[in-house]
């Protein structure tokens, strides 16, 4: 099998030629159909988190190997099964839900695997779908997308999820008041498109791109706000006549996190998943007093993948733009999101 695999940090993506697995047990051997190239392939390529200070959490310390084939959001056709491996069979069309964690403890049992203290994620800790052929531990991973375009389904195992998951923590008072979403890349977009589908009271958009608030007020933002404005946390008070009951923070950076917390409502709360870096200094008494939450989202669930799965067939799969790449144009697909330049998602198409 060939794979493009991360050998050294930063650098180019290499060319690799392996044996193609042969499943044993419970394991899936699938024929990658499509990968998302994501936003936080720019970390693990890099090999670290800014953690602000001038600091940075190395992901050889979380215990990432090089070299790596990195490519988490993946479609495949599966091409063989271990005997153990129940309720496939091979020509099976299935996105991978790639958050896996050990299986065993009283968290995995919970099916909360993502939240694992173990992570074994596919294209993280463990090899991805940079590849013609990828390699999962068991059939409870894989999900059936119907007559969903594999390029199309494929965003839905990192963007889908981390965008379902974080709206999920809104509660409630998503179908009564407007969302704020800071960040309208590839997640802003799908988590707007998902936000309609919830039946989503209506969302603000903020962006410091005029491009990107562009495309966020052509998928359907009520409003759409400039993050570099000086007025900005006004500008989000005013449009949600007196500050935001969640505002979802897809960048997570020290300026986004702070206009967020600027421009919440008393009760409010700033759900951050982006994963840009930085840090904050937040008085301790202004979460009793205006009793404010901050939460993270980390995708999401094997139940959230399947009820968000449930929900694209029932609503439609979200209208992300999608360009695709042959695998070997990974390189150039990295750089070209790393440069900003990419509006909704990239997605590597084996052939
Ligand atoms: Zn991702
Ligand atoms: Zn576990």
């Known amino acids: 099998m060939k794979s493009y695999d991360v050998c050294e940090c930063g650098a180019p993506l290499r060319l690799m030629d392996r044996p193609t697995p042969k499943p044993a047990g419970t394991e899936v051997l699938l024929k990658v159909i499509a990968a998302g190239v994501c936003h936080s392939d720019l970390h693990i390529w890099e090999g670290f988190y800014d953690i602000g200070g001038g600091k940075k959490l190395k992901l050889a310390d979380r215990g990432v190997k090089l070299p790596l084939t990195m490519g988490h959001e993946n479609v495949g056709e599966v091409v063989a099964a271990g005997p153990g491996a129940t309720g496939v069979k091979v020509g099976d069309r299935r996105l991978v839900h790639p958050w896996l964690g050990c299986g065993e403890c009283a968290v995995c049992r919970r099916g909360d695997e993502q939240l694992c203290r173990t992570s074994g994620a596919i294209g993280v800790f463990r090899a991805g779908g940079y590849a013609d052929h990828l390699l999962v531990p068991h059939p409870r991973y894989l999900f059936d997308i119907g007559g969903i375009p594999p390029e199309r389904a494929a965003p839905l195992a990192c963007s889908g999820i981390t965008t379902y998951g974080a709206l999920k923590k809104v509660g409630p008072l998503l179908q009564e008041e407007p969302v704020v979403i800071i960040g309208a890349g590839g997640l802003g977009l799908m988590c707007l498109s998902l936000h309609r589908a919830m039946g989503g009271k209506g969302a603000i958009v903020v962006?410091?791109?005029?491009?990107?608030?562009?495309?966020?007020?052509?998928?359907?933002?009520?409003?759409?706000?400039?993050?570099?404005?000086?007025?900005?946390?006004?500008?989000?008070?005013?449009?949600?006549?007196?500050?935001?009951?969640?505002?979802?923070?897809?960048?997570?950076?020290?300026?986004?996190?702070?206009?967020?917390?600027?421009s919440l409502i008393k009760g409010g709360k700033v759900v951050i998943v982006g994963l840009f870096g930085g840090d904050i200094t937040v008085p301790t008494p202004s979460f009793p007093l205006r009793t404010i939450a901050i939460q993270g989202s980390y995708v999401g669930s094997l139940t959230e993948m399947a009820e968000l799965l449930d929900l694209v067939r029932r609503r439609g799969v979200p209208d992300l733009p999608v360009g695709t790449r042959p695998l070997a144009a990974v390189n150039e697909a990295l750089n070209e999101l790393k440069a900003g330049k990419v509006v909704g998602r990239l997605v590597l198409m084996p052939g």
């Open 207 to 262: 962006d410091v791109d005029p491009v990107k608030r562009d495309a966020a007020r052509k998928a359907g933002a009520q409003a759409v706000i400039d993050a570099a404005a000086p007025d900005a946390a006004r500008q989000i008070i005013d449009a949600t006549k007196g500050g935001a009951w969640a505002v979802i923070d897809l960048v997570g950076a020290t300026q986004t996190v702070q206009l967020a917390l600027d």
